[in-house]
């Protein structure tokens, strides 16, 4: 390509004219939003939003006979944004263009009306702050539809886009010979404006570094406005830099006020360096250990349950401040989290600390002002002492049960383990001694501490939570008191004897060592030996019993049809504990038998069910073959009969309720009835006589022989 000298025109010369300078980047705030809106509008490009519908004069209205006066032939961009007019003129995109251009659209019935209204608005906002911001960022948009429309778009390509002639062909070879493809070069162009000029530094140059390389076509140079940016982010690098030695070296010499303002500086000027806030609030914590400090510069920390509560001192004059809560392990301020980005009251919870670890926190000060000082640091963060979150046990409830007491807990989800320990006052201990104090194994939930002596007792339940070394950490204790009563023995033993009458029963039990033995009949639920029943027993007739030596009997006569339980119980004050219990079953004896034979091997037959057995048997013999078949009650329906295989031999069938296996039955003694035996087949028919034909056939047959 020709290098011109100035004042030599390129037609005169003969030589191609030079690429124009592309821009590197769009130059904008939020333009991947404006963008967006533009692509939502239907719109290609920005230059499709300015150029707004003209309105149509009145007689156009009525008559539609005035004919258009130019003819568009598209804008140029090269040196300026510029619009054809009527009459061949061009019209500069300047501030009053737009704004004209944003009543147009205000004015239009186009159903977008309003929404490329509110774009041109932002449009306006733009060329009123740089003047060239427009031809700019219609320009960029070009090139980029220019180049992903292919890898060498030609003329026609730019025209299409609304380009005029006399600049598309040189636009599309620029664009051609270095334009950025889709990519993050492109994403991070686009997107520098939003982090930069800021505090988001080191954000900044990650972008920096993924920027778009120097125009590869000669005479090309670089974007001036972009050259200001990157400028602009290394300046600031070198000073966090500086700030960040002299904060390191003032920490060494044990300077800490030193220390903390540098760090304070660096990370003013970049919030998002990990480095400057692990500095600042290693400085910080140190300067909170240090005795001097003044305690109204202190920030409390309490824990509550399974949050932390924070408060501190408000500054003189707290207008416009709000205030930023860190979370960071004990000597481990890299890892800092936040917890509270912007609290107006000098107060903070945490409801997600971690459990069983040493933190602090840090309290840092934020202007609240408006422009671009806003959310800036005001002053070095308040931390506070070590903070070790341990949750105690909640629901800590105490129930006495025979022999002992029985204490149930809600422990924390994150406690590891659970320790028990129990203290006794008194002489009433048993043995214990003077506030003796007793390590009980238990559940994680819960304990039963049986066999216990009476007298009172105190227990005290600690949740241990595993620290970062692995070790437990234990918190405070949950205390609960209660007292141990004295209980009855339970009955050991039921023996059950029936008399030869088949309807009495008499039952006998040894007396308890502590207490006295009843024997109840029990209506409710079966329950375990050891129960306390003493709320059952007041309102239940006991049996009458005698005593027979060392045994207490009981005479009982089941009514027939009939289950009843009878439960020992042993009492001994307002204390009753259960005992062993009997079930005595008297089934109805086999009413309504009748069998009827169905087949040569078959046979049917019909019963009222004995209640209140579960089971029957059914058995049948001739003498020399037999066989037997259970029924259940849920598969006996009344009026239904009952399937038998018999044999063809007249038979005995005999039903016979049968007994829970736990239970003392009463035998009603079976029912039997007798099925006949099968009839005999009748005798195979006759042969028919011979015929005539036959015997004459037969005859010449034997002649014939």
Request: net charge neutral.
């Amino acid at each position: 390509m020709a290098v011109l000298r100035p004042g030599e025109h390129p037609k005169a010369s003969g030589a191609r004219p030079p690429l124009p300078a592309l821009p590197r980047c769009p130059g904008l705030r939020g333009y991947l939003q404006l963008h967006q809106a533009i692509r939502e509008l239907r719109f290609r490009h920005a230059a499709d939003a300015l150029r707004a519908p003209e309105p149509a004069p009145a007689h156009d209205a009525v008559f539609r006979t005035l004919p258009k006066a130019t003819t568009d032939d598209g804008f140029r961009v090269l040196d300026g944004l510029w619009f054809p007019g009527r009459g061949g003129i061009w019209h500069r995109v300047d501030l009053p263009y737009v704004r004209r251009a944003r009543g147009r659209w205000l004015s239009s019935s186009d159903p977008r009306a309003d929404s490329a209204a509110a774009v041109v608005d932002t449009l306006e906002t733009l060329v009123r702050d740089d003047a060239q911001g427009l031809r700019r960022l219609v320009l960029w948009e070009v090139c980029c539809l220019l180049r992903d429309g292919g890898e060498r778009p030609g003329e026609s390509d730019a025209v299409a886009l609304g380009v005029h002639r006399s600049e598309a062909g040189l636009l599309a070879s620029a664009v051609a010979a270095g334009f950025p493809a889709t990519g993050p070069a492109r994403h991070a162009a686009e997107t520098l404006n939003d982090v930069w000029p800021g505090v988001r530094l080191r954000e900044a140059e990650r972008l920096a570094a993924r920027l778009p390389r120097a125009s590869e076509y000669a005479d090309g140079p670089d974007d001036h406005r972009l050259t200001a940016l990157v400028d602009g982010i290394r300046a600031r690098s070198a000073e966090v830099r500086r700030l960040t030695a002299d904060g390191a070296a003032a920490e060494a010499t044990g300077a800490l006020r030193t220390a903390a303002g540098a760090w304070l500086g660096a990370l003013r000027l970049a919030r998002d360096d990990p480095a400057a806030q692990t500095g600042l609030l290693r400085v910080a914590a140190l300067l909170a250990d240090d005795p001097r400090t003044p305690t109204d510069a202190a920030v409390t920390a309490v824990p509550d349950d399974r949050a932390v509560r924070l408060s501190w001192c408000a500054p003189a004059r707290p207008a416009g401040v709000a205030y930023r809560v860190l979370r960071f392990p004990d000597g481990a301020p890299e890892l800092a989290v936040e917890t509270s980005a912007g609290e107006p009251r000098p107060a903070s919870v945490d409801p997600d600390a971690p459990v069983g670890r040493p933190v602090r926190y840090a309290v840092v000060p934020l202007h609240q002002g408006p422009g671009r000082n806003r959310d800036r640091i005001a002053g070095v963060p308040r931390v506070t002492a070590p903070v070790l979150l341990t949750p105690v046990a909640t629901e800590l409830r105490c129930t006495v049960v025979p022999g002992g007491l029985r204490l149930r807990w809600r422990p924390d989800p994150t406690a590891a383990e659970v320790r028990v320990t129990r203290s006794g006052t008194g002489a009433d201990t048993g043995g214990w001694g003077e506030s003796s104090l007793v390590r009980i194994p238990c559940e994680h939930d819960r304990v039963l501490d049986a066999p216990l002596a009476p007298g009172t007792y105190t227990y005290e339940v600690r949740c241990g939570y595993r620290d970062p070394d692995g070790d437990l950490v234990w918190s405070r204790g949950v205390t609960v008191t209660a007292r141990a009563e004295q209980w009855p023995s339970p009955v050991e033993e039921l023996s059950v004897r029936r008399h030869t009458d088949g309807e009495r029963v008499t039952i006998a039990w040894r007396p308890p060592e502590r207490g006295d033995g009843l024997l109840l009949p029990w209506t409710t639920a079966p329950v375990a030996p050891g129960t306390d029943v003493s709320d059952v027993v007041g309102g239940v007739d006991r049996i009458p019993a005698t005593a027979v030596g060392a045994e207490s009997h009981a005479e009982l006569t089941p009514e027939p049809e009939q289950r009843m339980r009878v439960t020992a119980v042993s009492v001994l004050g307002g204390r009753a504990v259960s005992g062993p219990s009997l079930v005595i079953e008297h089934p109805a004896a086999i009413r309504g038998l009748r069998v009827r034979r169905v087949g040569t091997d078959r046979a049917e037959l019909r019963f009222d069910w004995p209640e209140p057995a579960v089971l029957v048997c059914v058995a049948w013999t001739d003498g020399r073959r037999g066989g037997e078949r259970r029924v259940a009650r849920s598969a006996h329906r009344a009026g239904l009969p009952v399937d038998l295989a018999v044999s063809a031999d007249e038979c005995v069938i005999t039903v016979t309720p049968l007994p829970r296996p736990d239970a003392v039955s009463i035998d009603p003694g079976p029912a039997r009835a007798t099925l006949s035996a099968a009839p005999l087949p009748p005798p195979p028919p006759a042969p028919p006589p011979p015929s005539l034909w036959g015997t004459w056939w037969r005859r010449w047959r034997r002649w014939w022989a």
